[in-house]
């Protein structure tokens, strides 16, 4: 991240939430903001590696909080919402991204496990721009949704991620319309394949799946975290203060490339676990 150039973003005073900012492309996100001079709240369900990221968060000369809280739990996002604009004020841009993912066919799925995922992914959002909406900054904020490509495009072992992303989507496109009159702009960024992550690791957890859809990017590289956080920036900016109700791959031109087929990796993935 240190490589970024800031010189054209200056967030100073202003209030930026993300939930699922512990770690991976949130955690990344969070950081540019930080350097960009924003004031950080960042929560997950780990007390331990929230306290982490905020403190890391403050050894780039910003203000962080950082609290423990389960999209899942409305209530816990109540408190956590309250607390985070007690402490510095109205919510300027909203960074809802907590997400799980497991590769697995949809016979081998047990619907408990379809159901965490739709109810991080899809539920946790909606319960994140739900409740944040009463510490929105009106007019003025932005929200930004971390979104997938399989919401678009159908992927063999990932019918849980493709419906719950496929309704965070449009979760996006409705709260742009029901919101937009308040002069709150809603947007979802669609990553690629982003090196260094979580997601990567189990979607291509060896040498050679990575190498394989690193190939297949039309640019021919995996992303950056770097890349997701400079178009959080820029929607969050004055640059993007006309574009509400987007659905913006930031993917190097890899959905360009249609369906993909996960089953070499969900066989590499299962004699790894085995």
């Keep these: 991240m240190n490589t970024m150039d800031f010189s054209a973003f200056d967030f100073s005073n202003r209030h930026v ?29 780990s007390a331990d590696k929230v ?5 890391q968060l403050e050894a780039l000369g910003t203000q962080a909080l950082g ?5 899942r739990q409305p209530q816990a996002l109540e408190q956590a919402f309250a607390t985070a604009t007690e402490r510095f004020g109205p919510i300027d841009v909203l960074v809802s991204g907590a997400a799980g993912n497991f590769l697995a066919s949809a016979l081998d799925m047990s619907p408990n496990a379809f159901k965490t995922v739709v109810d991080i992914d899809l539920l946790g959002s909606f319960n994140v721009a739900r409740i944040a909406h009463a510490h929105l900054r009106k007019p003025g904020s932005c929200v930004i949704q971390i979104s997938a490509g399989q919401a678009f495009i159908p992927t063999p072992f990932q019918a849980h991620v493709c419906a719950a992303k496929a ?77 509400t109700g987007a659905i913006i791959p930031v993917d190097g031109g890899f959905a360009l490339t249609g369906p993909r087929d996960f089953t070499a990796a969900a066989a590499a993935s299962k004699r790894a676990h085995a």
């Design 51 to 55: 306290a982490s990221a905020a403190r």
């Design 67 to 71: 609290l423990s809280a389960d999209v």
């Design 17 to 45: 939430f993300v939930a699922g900012g512990s770690s991976g492309i949130n955690f990344g996100i969070a950081q540019a903001f930080a350097r960009a001079g924003a004031k950080l709240t960042v929560i997950s369900r």
């Design 167 to 243: 309704g965070v989507d449009m979760l996006t496109q409705v709260l742009a319309l029901e919101w937009g009159a308040q002069g709150v702009r809603i947007n979802s960024i669609v990553p690629g394949p982003i090196a260094d992550t979580e997601g990567l690791k189990r979607l291509a957890p060896t040498g050679d799946t990575l190498d394989a859809m690193a190939n297949r990017v039309p640019l021919k590289r995996l992303g950056r975290i770097d890349d997701i956080a400079r178009m959080a920036l820029l929607l969050a900016s004055d640059w993007g203060s006309y574009i």
